[in-house]
């Protein structure tokens, strides 16, 4: 069993900031990635930023600039820096954790945290 445990969300006004964290206990192995994806209301959840094993972390266009993902692999961690919030980064955002098995991928969420960004 993987348990990952959000914190960081909360209400801010446009132009602040607030950072996410996210750590990930159990039984961990051959993580390959951690990120973030958010969902606002009758909306798909949509990829915010991954950080993998290889290369740059990937960003969202409408993140890019304003956010910054990174990772602590000692500590099984993720953290998500989120400056110059606008009111459209309202939504709930949810830790992903990807691991390599011997026969299969294993993709794990947390519970979600709110983001709220007041105009």
């Known amino acids: 069993q993987v348990q990952l445990v959000e914190s960081g969300g909360g209400l801010v006004q446009a132009g602040g900031s607030l950072r996410l964290s996210c750590a990930a206990s159990?039984?961990?192995?051959?993580?390959?990635?951690m990120g973030w994806y958010r969902q606002a209301p009758g909306k798909q959840r949509e990829l915010v930023a991954l950080a993998t094993n290889v290369g740059a972390p990937n960003y969202a266009d409408s993140v890019k600039g304003r956010f910054t993902i990174s990772r602590d692999n000692a500590e099984n961690t993720v953290h998500l820096q989120m400056n110059s919030l606008k009111p459209e980064d309202t939504a709930v955002y949810y830790c992903?954790?990807?691991?390599?098995?011997?026969?299969?991928?294993?993709?794990?969420w947390g519970q979600g945290t709110q983001v709220t960004v007041s105009s």
């Open positions: 992903n954790l990807r691991m390599r098995g011997r026969m299969a991928d294993y993709n794990y």
């Open positions: 159990g039984t961990i192995f051959n993580i390959i990635a």
